[in-house]
């Protein structure tokens, strides 16, 4: 039979290619030892770290398109471009919330290759230590501990130069990098206008505001230059898919990835015991059409289908709380009433400020003729403008531990020196821009959400490929939430009333923009009014101790009262981190990658 080396077009169904296969096949096999169910950010990971060992053979299904050759994608000025409404979205809205007037939220995932990795805004933070060991006490495993995690953050990074191949001494810190991993991280590849504004108004301003030399150490309290997923050299997007499965990780003949292949369950082994059923086939359909087809996992299923897909494809599969499922006639498998419970997210608010300057980058993004004009620049020389994401810089706060917020309700930090909220600048309007006039952005994400504020993922039939129901949960704790959000504001109104704005600074984009002299009720009503979802999502498979009748797995990832099936995604996350979730998604899979290898090297 022929052999065709990287890219073969398969045609699944009589008469159409609808999907690609990468790397060295001969045909899509019946069995395989590990079917990964999504190719996003973890999923990639755990494909190329199994297929290090050649006795295993992956197949990983991506229910959406490849990303080759997608400039909105490559480009990492254009991430803003790549979500919502686009084919490399699923396109989710929320329900309304109702601690924000009732809005409901677009809410971008990835669905193409390399998942939420190719299409988010790139910023690489990994929240703090206390974050990590409050994942070891709650799992009682000490491999999620943040001494025991950093490793793994480390294996999965490859800290580059950034593109302007600028001094940057003083701007990170290497001892807390790697630097031979397959997720490029850069520092900023092109300096702007703000830059020097930005460092002086912190040194003006003290308080919380201070000097961070590298905020990824693990205590990241204070402000420094912003870390990217950007390979710095070649001023592109890093995702797990541009990273691994890079061309020479497609050349295994060990790893086969199927796209445009949308699964819509788990199948239990009948012949397995019911007390503990064997889930061993995926069945999924290709390009959104035809038959449903199904695939064997002689070893394992690792659901790698994000934090909204991977509950959705559980409580399909009948798995989930068993009430619920039966009244929409799926026959329960597992019992499980946690699954797709306990979603925690970030919620962000944006100020802008319309300033003197004409270096702003606002023009990129309403004129299409200099926006090509800067392409055909990066193109060419993989510099400029568009070499950069969304921050220059960033940082993070920490309310004091004596404020009257807590007096009257527990502080939701992981530890001591963890931060309560992120700020981060902007040169340029971040949203909608209007025709004319040139803005400053600064924005800030309130990190620790309230123990109340918890939404959820459910689904209302029996049909597989029906949309989700998305409860984001955003700042529906009374107790800390808004009084946080409120803090996070009146620092952002601090950093922009520092003297060096003086004569930039030309007056609020929006006439209903709070300023420092705004009373709580006004910020609240703005907050209420304008707050959105950072789209950080986690917790909807928790994980949590072993016997344990709360959570969806086991501390080493393993879905409860089940087998067969392991869960490598943010999903797992019983607690969103206090920062970006990519960069812990990174190092869960790297660690999941080892657990696995560890249970079935011996017998391989």
């Not at 999502?537 to 994980?543: D, H, K």
Request: charged share 15%; aromatic share 8%; glycine share 8%.
């Amino acid at each position: 039979m022929t052999r065709f080396l990287s890219y073969l077009v398969a045609s699944l169904t009589a008469g159409s290619a609808v999907a690609v296969i990468l790397g060295e096949v001969d045909s899509l096999r019946e069995t395989y030892d590990f079917v990964i169910v999504g190719g996003g950010t973890a999923g990639l990971v755990v494909a190329n770290r199994l297929t290090e060992i050649s006795k295993f053979n992956v197949l990983v299904l991506e229910a959406g398109p490849t990303d080759a050759g997608v400039l909105e994608i490559e480009v990492p000025f254009l991430c803003t471009h790549t979500t919502p409404q686009t084919p490399w979205d699923w396109n989710y809205t929320t329900i309304p919330q109702a601690a924000l007037n009732g809005a409901s939220l677009t809410y971008p995932r990835g669905h193409v290759l390399g998942g939420t990795s190719s299409v988010n805004c790139l910023v690489y933070t990994r929240g703090s230590q206390a974050d990590f060991d409050r994942y070891a006490q709650v799992t009682g495993d000490s491999g999620w501990s943040w001494k025991s995690m950093l490793p793994y953050f480390k294996k999965s990074e490859k800290f580059t130069r950034p593109s302007d191949n600028h001094n940057t001494t003083g701007q990170f810190d290497p001892a807390v990098h790697g630097f031979s991993g397959f997720n490029s991280v850069s520092l900023p590849g092109a300096s702007t206008a703000i830059d020097n504004r930005f460092n002086e108004a912190v040194g003006q301003l003290g308080g919380e505001f201070f000097e961070q030399l590298d905020y990824n150490s693990g205590t990241p309290l204070g402000f420094g230059w912003s870390q990217a997923v950007i390979d710095g050299p070649s001023g592109t997007r890093s995702s797990s898919s541009s990273g691994y499965l890079q061309k020479k990780i497609l050349e295994r003949p060990n790893l086969h990835v199927l796209v445009n292949a949308q699964v819509s369950r788990i199948l239990h082994n009948s012949k397995a015991e019911a007390a503990n059923p064997l889930f061993s086939s995926v069945e999924y359909r290709i390009n959104g059409k035809g038959s449903l087809r199904t695939v064997t996992a002689t070893k394992e299923i690792i659901l790698s289908a994000g934090s909204i897909n991977t509950p959705q494809i559980l409580l399909n599969s009948g798995v989930g709380g068993k009430t619920a499922l039966e009244k929409l006639d799926i026959v329960s498998q597992v019992d499980i009433e946690d699954v797709g419970q306990n979603l925690s997210d970030h919620p962000i608010i944006t100020f802008a400020w319309l300033v003197n300057a004409s270096t702003t980058y606002d023009d990129f993004n309403r004129n299409i003729t200099l926006q090509n004009e800067e392409i055909q620049i990066w193109n060419k020389t993989r510099q400029g403008v568009f070499v950069n994401g969304i921050a220059q810089h960033i940082g993070f706060v920490r309310v004091p531990d004596n404020s009257s917020i807590f007096q009257s309700a527990p502080n939701p930090s992981s530890g001591p020196n963890s931060p309560h909220f992120e700020i981060f600048v902007s040169n340029f309007l971040l949203g909608n821009t209007p025709p004319t006039g040139q803005f400053l952005s600064i924005s800030a994400i309130m990190l620790t959400p309230g123990v109340a504020a918890r939404g959820s993922v459910t689904i209302t039939s029996n049909d597989p490929f029906s949309t989700p129901v998305i409860d984001a949960g955003l700042m529906r704790d009374n107790g800390t939430d808004l009084p946080l959000m409120r803090e996070a504001v009146r620092s952002i109104l601090r950093l922009a009333s520092a003297p060096t704005w003086a004569n930039y600074i030309i007056g609020p984009a929006s006439s209903t923009q709070p300023n420092l002299n705004s009373s709580d009720n006004e910020i609240d009503a703005f907050i209420k009014g304008n707050a959105r979802s950072a789209y950080h999502v986690v917790g909807t498979s928790s994980m949590s101790k072993k016997g344990a009748k709360t959570g969806v797995v086991d501390p080493n990832l393993l879905l409860k009262h089940a087998a067969g099936v392991r869960i490598v995604d943010a999903s797992v996350l019983p607690f969103v981190p206090a920062g970006h979730t990519q960069a812990s998604t990174y190092a869960l899979a790297e660690r999941a990658a080892d657990l696995i290898k560890a249970d079935f090297a011996m017998s391989s």
